[in-house]
């Protein structure tokens, strides 16, 4: 009866998201008197031991022909395979782009009921927290099925350091099925990854042009957060569709929020309401963004930033 978990990494660098899943599992077991498995797949020169530091009381790192890129078939075969060997009843993912694609696949393949969206651990019932209606509200679900899957939300849970001695088990699974194949791979580069950030500095509309950008990726710099935009800035090309957060976009949820010209619709609100602190600078005072914010700034953004980004900069420096 233990508890499975996906531990997503970037070319051996195990990401942040793959650490609070490991946290999240090993309080679900603590709590259930089982252990965890980490499953990391074509793991390269990832830190293994780390992953017991991290929560894991085995680690069973997968490599195959047909496991250098991530594809949800293959990945999930993986998984089920190892979660049937374990003798897995619960398992863990996180809710990335890759952890959404595997774990409906692999709540097939364990006959196991799914919860996406958790915030929090599972109660004495078994019953979990979840998000709905875009963020906007709350849910408590109780799955029947014997087996279950936990897909949690990223930045929801805190890493932790259970100091625990992993047992290491090197396994080869060959030629695992997929309906679909990578052929190429273009992948940004020397930025903040969005969905993982702790911090997030965003723009929309009221920055004029993408010419004026150089401001909020300066702030986002010395703040070291990454940058985002709302669908219309995104729309007209100024930005990447990648930084596009809200309810058509990216869900989020930094520990802190800066929206920069933002009015604050209800369809970007649905992509960043989980943020645990959010401030807006706007210069309309009545931006329903405002309703929505922690701290606001009414004011012209070009007149507030540079203000912000030299206090930034004077407090770095100290």
Not at 274 to 301: L, Q, R, T
Request: aromatic share 6%; charged share 20%.
């Amino acid at each position: 009866m233990s508890v499975l978990v996906f531990v997503e990494h970037d070319n051996g660098i195990v990401k942040k998201s793959g650490y609070e899943a490991l946290a999240y599992a090993q309080d679900l077991a603590t709590a259930n008197n089982t252990t965890v498995t980490a499953v990391i797949i074509n793991p390269k020169n990832a830190d293994l031991n780390a992953l017991g530091n991290s929560g894991a009381n085995k680690v069973v790192a997968v490599n195959g022909s047909n496991l250098d890129h991530f594809t949800p078939g293959s990945y999930s075969h993986v998984l089920n395979t190892v979660a049937h060997e374990d003798g897995a009843t619960f398992a863990v993912v996180s809710g990335t782009y890759n952890g959404k694609a595997v774990a409906p696949r692999l709540a097939v393949k364990m006959g196991a009921g799914l919860v996406s969206g958790v915030v929090g651990l599972p109660e004495s019932d078994l019953s979990v927290k979840k998000t709905a209606f875009s963020n906007k509200a709350f849910a408590k679900v109780k799955l029947r099925s014997d087996k279950k899957i936990f897909c949690i939300v990223p930045n929801s849970y805190e890493v932790k350091n259970f100091g625990i001695q992993a047992e290491i088990v090197q396994k080869s699974i060959e030629d695992a099925p997929s309906p679909s194949k990578v052929t190429n791979v273009n992948k940004t580069t020397g930025k903040i990854v969005l969905t993982e950030a702790e911090l997030v500095v965003s723009g929309g509309r009221g920055m004029k042009g993408p010419e004026n950008w150089g401001m909020i990726e300066e702030l986002a710099d010395i703040l070291g957060a990454a940058t985002a935009c709302s669908k219309p800035v995104s729309d007209m090309d100024w930005r990447p569709h990648s930084e596009h957060v809200g309810q058509t976009g990216i869900t989020i949820k930094p520990n802190l929020y800066i929206a920069i010209g933002i009015s604050g619709a209800i369809q970007h609100l649905a992509g960043v309401s989980s943020s645990k602190v959010i401030c807006v600078i706007n210069k309309d005072p009545e931006a329903p963004f405002f309703k929505a914010a922690d701290y606001g700034i009414v004011g012209d953004a070009f007149e507030v930033l540079p203000k912000l980004i030299a206090k930034a900069k004077s407090l770095k420096s100290a």
